[in-house]
């Protein structure tokens, strides 16, 4: 007999015994003998049944999970003398590793000819990968030293249940009894998080302001739902004598393009949730396409395939999403009666929202004639100064009855558009009050 990949001696009982046992559960399998030397010379053991519980009692409580399922301990004569044998089978939980250094290569060791070695962390990776299943949120956490202080405080503050009954119904425990990704997601250690920026104008030149948030998804959502209102200014419009506030984005589409970016997001792949805020928009971009089998025509019309379905249930039970896709068609709904509308684009392994800035008013550069354009002076223009504008532009010269009719409005909105037309210089009235024409102001 000699030491191999799925033999090993040891003279004696010592507490190193279960780094060998881990490495057979976590490798092939193989056969421990206590009571030979390293050469293959046979000592026997003196007390066979005093070794058998010490062993027994160290492997159930150092190694996690519970290896005891896939190891066999009893005795064998060998030469005439008692040799105690601990067989291990493959474990099917791997990595299994010492409780007290969690799944880290310090505490998960492999085999590796006749050694028992730490395992390097792409080993580790690989066997969370074999045996978690397909999703990421259902393998076991590389981090087992997790807290939740931020998850209580917002299960609390929610009147919603979160002890240790809750986290196993949840899917945060695994049936191993150790903490899942899932768990890592809505821990105060989680390693994903959340970028912002506002910028000046339309495109990634000087900032306004940034932050990066980090800690528990469900601090990062509150958080980063804070900054975006902070910067979701208000503006008001009057109507003859009514003032209608309009804030920039719908609120709706906020939450759930922001929901819909935490929830659907691939959190096997490395990277931040991204959101800018510019003049004229602002964009939600995730890590991770559609899921495979899903197109965009499908999402619109309601078909919802959740990468990470428990994480989701966490947030249904939490009131914060429902339990079918009304998400996307919540954002466009919110958009119903606006002249721009949101844009969804998706690649292999991104998804990237834009939700339009209601109130943008753009520098107004249309040109009055080829060589001579006019310009807002600074004040920026409605969709329903631009609809008025392009009227006039078409016809030389428009009158009220013609813009109300185009617009679709009331009397009093399009006194309100013309005025404010006029007082930018961007038209003229000519002829008495009641046959009163507009045309485009030629500037000089």
Same mark, same amino acid.
């Given at each position: 007999?000699?030491?191999?990949?799925?033999?090993?001696?040891?003279?004696?009982?010592?507490?190193?015994?279960?780094?060998?046992?881990?490495?057979?559960?976590?490798?092939?399998?193989?056969?421990?003998?206590?009571?030979?030397?390293?050469?293959?010379?046979?000592?026997?053991?003196?007390?066979?049944?005093?070794?058998?519980?010490?062993?027994?009692?160290?492997?159930?409580?150092?190694?996690?999970?519970?290896?005891?399922?896939?190891?066999?301990?009893?005795?064998?004569?060998?030469?005439?003398?008692?040799?105690?044998?601990?067989?291990?089978?493959?474990?099917?939980?791997?990595?299994?590793?010492?409780?007290?250094?969690?799944?880290?290569?310090?505490?998960?060791?492999?085999?590796?000819?006749?050694?028992?070695?730490?395992?390097?962390?792409?080993?580790?990776?690989?066997?969370?990968?074999?045996?978690?299943?397909?999703?990421?949120?259902?393998?076991?956490?590389?981090?087992?030293?997790?807290?939740?202080?931020?998850?209580?405080?917002?299960?609390?503050?929610?009147?919603?249940?979160?002890?240790?009954?809750?986290?196993?119904?949840?899917?945060?425990?695994?049936?191993?009894?150790?903490?899942?990704?899932?768990?890592?997601?809505?821990?105060?250690?989680?390693?994903?998080?959340?970028?912002? %920026?506002?910028? =000046?104008?339309?495109?990634? /030149? &000087?900032? #306004?302001?940034?932050?990066?948030? !980090? *800690?528990?998804? +469900?601090?990062?959502?509150?958080?980063?739902?804070?900054?975006?209102?902070?910067?979701?200014?208000?503006?008001?419009?009057?109507?003859?004598?009514?003032?209608?506030?309009?804030?920039?984005?719908?609120?709706? %589409?906020?939450? =759930?393009?922001?929901?819909? /970016? &935490?929830? #659907?997001?691939?959190?096997?792949? !490395? *990277?931040?949730? +991204?959101?800018?805020?510019?003049?004229?928009?602002?964009?939600?971009?995730?890590?991770?396409?559609?899921?495979?089998?899903?197109?965009?025509?499908?999402?619109?019309?309601?078909?919802?395939?959740?990468?990470?379905?428990?994480?989701?249930?966490?947030?249904?039970?939490?009131?914060?999403?429902?339990?079918?896709?009304? *998400?996307?068609?919540?954002?466009?709904?919110?958009?119903?009666?606006?002249?721009?509308?949101?844009?969804?684009?998706?690649?292999?392994?991104?998804?990237?929202?834009?939700?339009?800035?209601?109130?943008?008013?753009?520098?107004?550069?249309?040109?009055?004639?080829?060589?001579?354009?006019?310009?807002?002076?600074?004040?920026?223009?409605?969709?329903?100064?631009?609809?008025?504008?392009?009227?006039?532009?078409?016809?030389?010269?428009?009158?009220?009855?013609?813009?109300?009719?185009?617009?679709?409005?009331?009397?009093?909105?399009?006194?309100?558009?013309?005025?404010?037309?006029?007082?930018?210089?961007?038209?003229?009235?000519?002829?008495?009050?009641?046959?009163?024409?507009?045309?485009?102001?030629?500037?000089?």
């Amino acid at each position: 007999m000699i030491e191999g990949s799925n033999v090993e001696f040891k003279r004696e009982f010592v507490e190193e015994i279960r780094l060998t046992v881990l490495a057979f559960a976590n490798t092939d399998g193989g056969t421990l003998y206590i009571g030979i030397e390293n050469d293959g010379t046979v000592r026997g053991v003196e007390d066979p049944d005093g070794i058998m519980l010490r062993v027994t009692n160290t492997i159930r409580d150092s190694i996690r999970p519970d290896v005891t399922l896939f190891t066999k301990i009893g005795t064998e004569e060998i030469e005439g003398k008692t040799v105690v044998t601990v067989s291990v089978q493959r474990g099917t939980a791997r990595p299994y590793y010492l409780g007290s250094k969690g799944i880290r290569p310090e505490g998960v060791y492999v085999r590796q000819g006749a050694s028992t070695v730490p395992a390097s962390e792409t080993v580790i990776l690989q066997m969370i990968r074999e045996t978690g299943g397909d999703r990421y949120e259902d393998a076991r956490s590389l981090n087992q030293q997790l807290t939740f202080e931020a998850a209580t405080a917002f299960f609390g503050h929610r009147a919603v249940a979160f002890g240790n009954a809750q986290k196993r119904s949840l899917h945060l425990v695994g049936e191993d009894g150790t903490y899942t990704n899932l768990a890592l997601l809505l821990s105060d250690q989680c390693v994903h998080s959340v970028k912002l %920026a506002v910028f =000046e104008g339309t495109k990634k /030149a &000087v900032f #306004h302001d940034r932050r990066e948030l !980090s *800690g528990s998804l +469900l601090s990062q959502l509150e958080e980063a739902y804070d900054f975006i209102d902070r910067n979701n200014r208000t503006r008001a419009e009057f109507s003859g004598l009514d003032r209608i506030d309009r804030r920039d984005y719908p609120e709706d %589409a906020i939450r =759930e393009a922001l929901l819909n /970016a &935490v929830v #659907h997001r691939e959190y096997a792949m !490395s *990277g931040p949730i +991204l959101v800018s805020i510019f003049d004229d928009r602002m964009e939600i971009v995730s890590i991770g396409g559609l899921v495979p089998g899903l197109s965009v025509d499908d999402m619109m019309l309601g078909v919802s395939e959740c990468r990470n379905p428990h994480l989701a249930n966490v947030f249904y039970r939490l009131h914060l999403i429902e339990a079918y896709g009304t *998400g996307m068609m919540k954002i466009f709904d919110s958009y119903a009666d606006e002249e721009v509308k949101p844009e969804v684009s998706v690649t292999g392994n991104a998804f990237r929202i834009t939700l339009p800035n209601i109130n943008y008013r753009s520098g107004y550069t249309e040109a009055v004639s080829s060589d001579k354009p006019i310009q807002d002076k600074g004040k920026g223009l409605t969709s329903r100064q631009r609809q008025a504008l392009d009227l006039i532009r078409r016809k030389g010269s428009v009158t009220r009855k013609e813009i109300q009719e185009e617009l679709g409005v009331s009397a009093a909105t399009v006194s309100v558009v013309l005025r404010e037309l006029k007082e930018a210089g961007l038209i003229v009235g000519e002829g008495n009050t009641r046959g009163m024409r507009y045309r485009l102001e030629k500037k000089k």
